[in-house]
């Protein structure tokens, strides 16, 4: 089992810059695929950023450039640093676990999910 739990999120004008955190508990963090995902209201959720097990990362294309997903595996921690922030970057960023993934491409599966945290970008 893992639990996670975002933080980071706020308001910012476009521009602007946030780094958003998601705080893991459980066993064998290290060997977990992760990612960041959000939902803005009426739209689906899609997948922003996301680093597998061997530390390959991958992005949406309307986030290359501006965002950075890193891990801190002694802290059972995943960041997302999100830079030169847009009013469609607008919504609620979740984190996900999922089993161990290697190589390019997102984990077919994510198990565990964190609860949230709403960004806000004003124009």
């Known amino acids: 089992q893992v639990q996670l739990v975002e933080s980071g999120g706020g308001s910012v004008q476009a521009g602007g810059s946030l780094r958003l955190s998601c705080a893991a508990s459980?066993?064998?963090?290290?060997?977990?695929?992760m990612g960041w995902f959000r939902q803005a209201p009426g739209k689906q959720r899609e997948g922003v950023a996301r680093i597998n097990s061997d530390g390959s990362t991958g992005y949406a294309d309307s986030v290359k450039g501006r965002f950075t997903i890193s891990k801190d595996n002694a802290k059972n921690t995943l960041y997302l640093q999100m830079n030169s922030l847009k009013p469609e970057d607008t919504a609620m960023y979740y984190c996900?676990?999922?089993?161990?993934?290697?190589?390019?491409?997102?984990?077919?599966?994510?198990?565990?999910w964190g609860q949230g945290t709403q960004v806000t970008v004003s124009s």
């Open positions: 996900a676990a999922g089993p161990r993934y290697l190589g390019g491409g997102w984990c077919p599966r994510y198990n565990y």
């Open positions: 459980g066993d064998s963090y290290s060997t977990y695929s």
